[in-house]
């Protein structure tokens, strides 16, 4: 089992930054495909993928409507595998829940049916 744990979330006024933290822990995958990433939810929306990595080949993807503005990036160094997004330049509509997702994912990673495990979410608003 493992278990997601976010963190980072919080209020932070148009053009600000906030960086997300989720450190995974309990039995994670050591596979070629093991993969986290983060989705997001805002309000009356639908969830979305946001960006996600694979860890062994540290290869990264982004929704179109991140690219430029989000990174994400891992910490191999630590003994729980721990993956942050840094946002930047936060725009009203990036208001949503975050959502760590982890899995060994052969396939695309931007579907979220994809994914075994999900944190409880961290909530970011965007407002002046």
Not at 52 to 66: E, L, P
Request: aromatic letters at 12%; glycine letters at 10%.
């Amino acid at each position: 089992q493992v278990q997601l744990i976010e963190s980072g979330g919080g209020l932070v006024e148009p053009g600000g930054s906030l960086r997300l933290s989720c450190a995974a822990s309990g039995q994670t995958d050591t596979s070629v495909y093991y993969t986290m990433g983060w989705f997001r939810q805002g309000p009356g929306k639908e969830r979305e993928f946001v960006a996600a990595i694979r860890w062994g080949a540290d290869v990264t993807y982004y929704a179109d409507s991140v690219k430029g503005q989000f990174t994400i990036s891992r910490d191999n160094a630590k003994s729980t595998k721990t993956v942050y997004l840094q946002m930047n330049s936060l725009k009203p509509e990036d208001t949503a829940v975050y959502f760590c997702a982890a899995g060994n994912i052969p396939y695309s990673p931007t579907s979220a049916r994809h994914y075994n495990y999900w944190g409880q979410g961290t909530q970011v608003a965007v407002s002046s």
